[in-house]
């Protein structure tokens, strides 16, 4: 009787250890776990539009609700068309909200902003004047060419004036006499040619000097300003399922619906991308100007569609 029991026991035992074994080898790991779902719950979050709404407007802002609203519809058609189905529609009252609450960011922003237009407006005026410079210098180049000539034609007619007066006659006194006076006549105009071309090689040189200033000042703008910004002027949360928006700061209204843009590829489960052209790259600059292929090949393949 014990032994059957002590056999019992043992068959137990060991059918145990092998339902444990087997157990734990088809048992997915905690982390695989974890991202299944993520992953499942990244797909469900593109199963149905995206509402979205505008919600707090801090009143720090230069920013009318309208403004911010028509930003966001242009944000979302973007996506919308780039993908060619509703990703994102508009709802007043079941919409996520999309906050704007001011702090240092737009203050280092419109700093930027304004560098760049003050920036600006000096190129400007510095590549124009350039051009005209460059332009006035030469024709005065051409000028000082054809006064060499002219003045290497001179000096030539002079010396065939001195051989002639140097075999003068009674017969053709009179008629060197006349052409003295004529060469006397080119003398003064070539006299005051020169000094005309002096008086315009000096303003060119007071306009390249003013031109060298300029650049200077141009120059003196970008000594001691703040780096650009480059912490994130927009927020994107998906907390339980549930996303929320918040701009921090924009520079203009078209930088304004690129942020918001960009934190719809966010609410989607996109991440950050190198490529500078990206909408989803990490930071806002000039070669963006909505989703390209990559978000929207990067879109598909979070989505599944």
């Known amino acids: 009787m014990l032994a059957r029991l002590i056999f019992l026991m043992l068959l137990l035992l060991g059918s145990y250890l092998l339902l444990s074994a087997w157990f734990a080898a088809e048992r997915p790991e905690p ?16 199963q149905t539009p995206v509402l979205w709404r505008i919600g707090q407007m801090d009143p720090a802002f230069a920013l009318t609700a309208d403004q911010a609203e028509q930003a966001a519809h242009n944000a979302a058609a973007q996506w919308n ?11 007043s009252m079941d919409g996520f ?12 922003l419109l700093q930027q902003a304004l560098l760049e237009r003050n920036i ?8 124009q004047r350039a051009a005209i410079l460059a332009r006035q210098s ?12 002219q003045n290497q034609q001179f000096a030539a007619d002079i010396a065939v004036f001195n051989q002639q007066a140097a075999n ?20 003064q105009q070539l006299q005051q040619q020169a000094k005309r071309l002096n008086e315009q090689q000096a303003q060119l040189q007071r306009e390249q000097q003013y031109l060298n200033d300029t650049v200077n000042d141009r120059n003196a703008l970008l000594t001691d300003q703040p780096p650009p910004l480059a912490a994130e002027v ?48 990490y930071a806002l600059n000039p070669q963006q100007t909505g989703p390209t292929a990559e978000d929207v090949a990067a879109l598909k393949q979070q989505c599944g569609f």
């Not at 909200?97 to 280092?108: A, E, G, V």
């Not at 024709?139 to 000539?149: K, S």
């Not at 003068?168 to 003398?187: K, Y």
């Open 31 to 46: 982390q695989a776990l974890k991202q299944l779902a993520e992953k499942a719950m990244q797909q469900k979050l593109c």
């Open 234 to 281: 927009g927020l994107m949360e998906i907390i339980n399922g549930k996303r929320n928006m918040t701009i921090f700061a924009y520079s203009t209204v078209a930088a304004l619906q690129l942020t918001i843009g960009h934190e719809f590829g966010h609410a989607m489960g996109l991440g950050h991308t190198d490529n500078d052209a990206a909408l989803m790259h």
């Open 97 to 108: 909200p999309i906050n704007f609450r001011y702090d240092q960011r737009q203050q280092l």
């Open 81 to 91: 068309m780039a993908v060619g189905q509703e990703l994102f529609r508009y709802d």
């Open 168 to 187: 003068a006659n009674q017969a053709n006194l009179a008629a060197l006499q006349q052409q003295q006076q004529r060469l006397q006549q080119r003398e």
């Open 138 to 149: 030469e024709q005065l180049q051409q000028r000082l060419r054809e006064f060499a000539q």
């Open 120 to 127: 600006q407006r000096y190129d400007s005026n510095i590549d």
